[in-house]
């Protein structure tokens, strides 16, 4: 059974950080490729930042560039994302998601096979 089950969500103020985790169980994490995504209320979900399989490729959304970190830590299934200067426009429903394609377009949530339940950042003015 895939089991992706996020943790780290929260209430902090426009400027500050936190630090998402993604710990993910029933596949082999090593040979995945790995995003994390987005959804605010009323709209859609949303690419935030992924990662591929191998680690050598991250790609970020323009709004968290130079913000956002995505990492991964294979010897604990793991995924991260370090969120720093956040803005109120970042609050959303975080949610990591995991690909076994080898070749795909990372900002896409077709690409994506399994997804975690999402955790609620909400960041305030």
């Known amino acids: 059974q895939v089991q992706l089950v996020e943790s780290g969500g929260g209430l902090v103020q426009a400027g500050g950080s936190l630090s998402l985790s993604c710990r993910v169980s029933?596949?082999?994490?090593?040979?995945?490729?790995l995003g994390w995504f987005r959804q605010a209320p009323g709209k859609e979900r949303e690419f935030v930042a992924g990662l591929t399989r191998g680690g050598l490729q991250t790609s970020y959304t323009d709004s968290v560039k130079g913000r956002f970190t995505i990492s991964r830590d294979n010897a604990q299934n793991t995924l991260y994302l370090q969120m720093n200067s956040l803005k109120p426009e970042d609050t959303a429903v975080y949610y990591c998601?995991?690909?076994?394609?080898?070749?795909?377009?990372?900002?896409?949530?077709?690409?994506?096979?399994?997804w975690g339940q999402g955790t609620q950042v909400t960041v305030s003015s």
């Open positions: 998601a995991t690909t076994s394609r080898t070749s795909y377009s990372i900002n896409q949530v077709r690409e994506y096979d399994y």
């Open positions: 029933g596949v082999t994490f090593s040979s995945r490729g």
